[in-house]
């Protein structure tokens, strides 16, 4: 974990200075809890760019923290709007059990898409994130992370919503380890 800190550090730098939060996301299962603070990139914000810190733990006290810079699409379809995104995704953290040490930087994208009915609109967004061999570090061989949520809007400000998340991590001895594979409840809050 000691080889993963100045990793964490130019994270959280780099966030730190060219993001203001403008919101927070929160899920929680019976196994795993994940917190996430998101905003527009200041130097990108014209142009669509979303970046967000946030860190995933679990009840076998595994902790991996990620990191996302994104560029948000607009949308091109009046009659059912939607969202493309693609970019980067760090990971970095430690699987407590074996003491593995996460290191990772992946690519992929989302899908979002919002059926407009009456005062509160219902999202559907689907996300996925890969990285192969060459773009990890530390212990870890591969990482994918797949995301899906059903959410609606209560109000203007904040979504509940119902998902499933799957995070599994390839160790270099070829070990797979699941760190969620659940579904979980939660909310987003935007100021």
Excluded at 92 to 117: K, M, R
Excluded at 132 to 161: C, H, M, W, Y
Excluded at 169 to 186: A, P, Q, S, Y
Aim: overall charge negative; charged content about 20%.
């Amino acid at each position: 974990m000691r080889k993963l800190l100045p990793v964490v550090a130019f994270v959280a730098a780099f966030c730190c200075n060219t993001v203001k939060a403008t919101g927070t996301d929160l899920s929680l299962s019976n196994e795993s809890a994940n917190i996430e603070v998101f905003g527009p990139m200041r130097a990108i914000i014209e142009r669509g760019g979303l970046a967000s810190v946030g860190v995933l733990y679990n009840d076998l006290d595994d902790l991996v923290g990620h990191a996302k810079l994104v560029a948000v699409g607009t949308q091109t379809n009046t009659r059912v709007p939607y969202q493309l995104s693609f970019g980067v995704k760090g990971f970095f953290g430690e699987i407590s059990e074996p003491s593995i040490d996460v290191g990772a930087l992946a690519i992929g994208g989302a899908i979002n898409i919002q059926y407009p009915f009456g005062y509160n609109p219902i999202d559907l967004n689907i996300e996925g994130f890969f990285t192969p061999g060459i773009t990890t570090f530390g212990d870890t061989e591969s990482v994918i992370e797949i995301n899906t949520r059903l959410s609606i809007e209560i109000v203007p400000q904040a979504k509940a919503f119902v998902g499933y998340r799957l995070l599994e991590i390839e160790d270099d001895r070829n070990f797979n380890w699941e760190l969620d594979d659940n579904v979980h409840f939660g909310i987003r809050l935007q100021f």
